[in-house]
């Protein structure tokens, strides 16, 4: 039994700066792979970029640099994005590295012993921006890229092709026995459909292109792109030298709903043919469109993620992605929404149920937590913490975070009916004491459940309720026992954690 967690993130092409679409996946991952750490699980966060292939060739040759000099500069952005947004990936991996190739090699290799790659022809439409490959009937009308609608070039070579029509029976196999090897339930039901309509060999070289890694058997060819991306899963844990099957099989990789066919089917075509174990899950969320349109350049709305965490900050960005639409449908990104969001929910529930609270302790009770005392808030503060850890196992990030606010809510209210300042006055201590003690262990619990999202506010909310360890280094089954906050313990002047915003 491994006792890891294994999530990812797809790694992104260098052709262009990041943008949200790619803060999203990597935002999630990170919220995910924080929880799993708070679970107690090792975990390991992998992400990193896909330097080779026609798109990224293409854009090199139009700034007249190399290829190679395009990633490296464009690398940069993408490791940059992740520290402002506080991403814990543990390891970054590009596919120009050494290490990269080795495990492609070798991966090619085990499949080229297997016998399931063959020489032949390949003639079709080809889509440089998505390096896929279309037939005449997926084009339709006008002869378009049935994925993002641009004009697609004919193409004709000599291609090595894998027999991915070996591999329908097994593939149907292994999504009959796991429910659970695609999410959410409709991509499982592309999946399954698509599989059933049989699979045709896929063609895994290119001539045409040097920008890639050669064929060990014929140097004149490069692999394609989506072979050699894909392996950065099995590269960037040490694949093949020992030690990475400590952590392969991955629990989760997390991918957009376009890139779905080529995690879903290819890659564990890949894999079985390798010997190698397939993924636990893919889990493929939606896509987000700006104020109502499409994102694209050429509309000039794309959202900047560095611009977002600049004007309303890192955890007020990560928060509203998570909290905005339901993990897996689509969303849309507007500015009154995430502004909204902030006023209503981060600084009204939550920012001054911490600063009402707080400031009452400190007025009343001197800054010292009181003794641990049983009220009612506790059945609903340990339910929502299981509710809680349900939601998130689910990868259901908007509804653990909805379960969080109700808590929030009942303690606003809590403090409303209990009303500390009328018991203060009538020298009700004990009673007083009661009440506040519940409301601060209720915000020890939301510190641990919004950690995830937001790691920098629940650290605040950490030290403000006066410790001083990291949060990062708490684990729900050590600290989500009601009771947790030592007696005496001296809290902090509390501080805003979210100002409030214009629109
Ligand atoms: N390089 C491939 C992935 C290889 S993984 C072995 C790739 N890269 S990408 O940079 O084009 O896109 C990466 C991710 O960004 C995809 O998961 C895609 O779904 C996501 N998004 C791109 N635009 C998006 C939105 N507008 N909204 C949400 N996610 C979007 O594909």
Known sequence: MKDTFYVTTPIYYVNDVPHIGHAYTTIAADVLARYKRLCGLKTFFLTGTDEHGQKIEKAARELGITPKELADGVVGRFKDLWRILEISNDDFIRTTEPRHERAVLELFNRIWKKGDIYLGEYEDWYCVPCESFWTEKELGEGRRCPECGRQVDRLREKSYFFRLSRYQEPLLRLLEEN????????????????????????????????????????????????????????????????????????????????????????????????????????????????????????????????????????????????????????????????????????????????????????RYLGGRIPSPSDGQLRQKALHTLEEYRKLMDDLSFQRALLAVWELIGSVNKYIDSTAPWSLYKEKRIRELKEALYNCLECLRFVALMVYPFMPRSAQRLWEMLGFRNGIEGETIDKSGTWGGLPEGQEVAEPTPLFPRMEV
């Not at 030690?243 to 890139?259: F, N, S, T, V």
């Not at 899950?281 to 700006?290: C, D, E, L, R, S």
């Not at 502004?339 to 001054?352: M, Q, T, Y």
């Open 179 to 362: 429910p659970n090897f695609v999410k959410p339930q409709s991509r499982y039901n592309e999946v399954l459909s698509f599989v059933k309509g049989g699979l045709k060999d896929l063609s895994i070289s290119r001539m045409t292109s040097r920008w890639g890694i050669p064929l060990p058997n014929d140097p004149d060819c490069v692999l394609y792109v989506w072979f050699d991306a894909l392996v950065n899963y099995l590269s960037g844990i040490g694949f093949p030298e020992e030690g990475y099957e400590k952590i392969w099989p991955a629990d989760c990789h997390l991918i957009g709903k376009d890139i779905l066919r080529f995690h879903a089917i290819y890659w564990p075509a890949f894999l079985m043919s390798a010997g190698l174990p397939v993924p636990r899950m893919v889990f493929a969320h939606g896509w987000w469109t700006v104020e109502g349109q499409k994102m694209s350049k050429s509309l000039g709305n794309v959202v900047d993620p560095y611009e977002m965490a600049e004007r309303y900050g890192v955890d007020q960005f990560r928060y509203f992605l998570m909290r905005e639409v339901s993990f897996g449908l689509d969303g849309d990104f507007s500015q009154r929404a995430i502004v909204n969001r902030i006023n209503s929910e981060l600084a009204n529930d939550f920012g001054n149920l911490v600063s009402r609270t707080l400031a009452m302790v400190r």
